[in-house]
């Protein structure tokens, strides 16, 4: 291929956050609503964070609660006529409990909405051991609650732990 057809590419080079969070004290708050409407509008993930910050954040229960309710809506619709489906259908609501988790940033609530996605599968009769995938994304789950648990105040994991014992399988 000749050098004139070749077709460079440039990357711009992201700044670090310490970067962004200096150049953004010195912006004013008209040019700050602007730049965060902005990133609102191209990608979903942002506006739903934004979201959560100006909106939830401040009740963080009714949203553990609100996420709950969207949980056993999503168990409800799962296809049990093939465990292929089922496991489609359980990575999706972990992947939808997940970026609530990534928004809240919270151990609390990760340790709270993974435990009761354990307790939805347990109790939605889905058999575990039958399906290797399934049994390993629920005790994946499972260590990840473990996991999170050591960062929690010891009443908290005193209070958890009954529940954690619970979900051995």
């Not at 972990?94 to 009761?116: E, F, K, M, P």
Request: net charge positive.
């Amino acid at each position: 291929m000749p050098i004139a057809n070749r077709v460079i590419f440039v990357f711009m080079r992201s700044a670090s956050v310490h970067e962004l969070k200096q150049e953004l004290l010195t912006k004013p708050a008209a040019e700050l609503t602007d730049l965060c409407l902005r990133l609102a509008k191209y990608k979903k993930e942002n506006k739903e964070l934004l979201t959560y910050l100006l909106f939830e954040a401040h009740d963080e229960a009714a949203y553990i609660e609100s996420i709950k309710r969207e949980v056993n809506e999503q168990f409800a619709e799962i296809n049990h006529s093939n465990l292929y489906f089922v496991k489609k259908t359980l990575r999706k609501i972990l992947r939808n409990i997940n970026t609530h988790i990534r928004y809240t940033g919270s151990a609390q609530v990760t340790v709270d909405l993974l435990i009761y996605f354990c307790q939805s599968i347990k109790a939605s009769g889905i058999p575990i051991e039958k399906n290797p995938i399934i049994a390993n994304l629920y005790k994946g789950q499972v260590q990840k609650i473990n996991k999170t648990l050591l960062g929690l105040h010891e009443d908290l994991q005193y209070d958890y732990s009954k529940t954690v014992a619970e979900l051995h399988v």
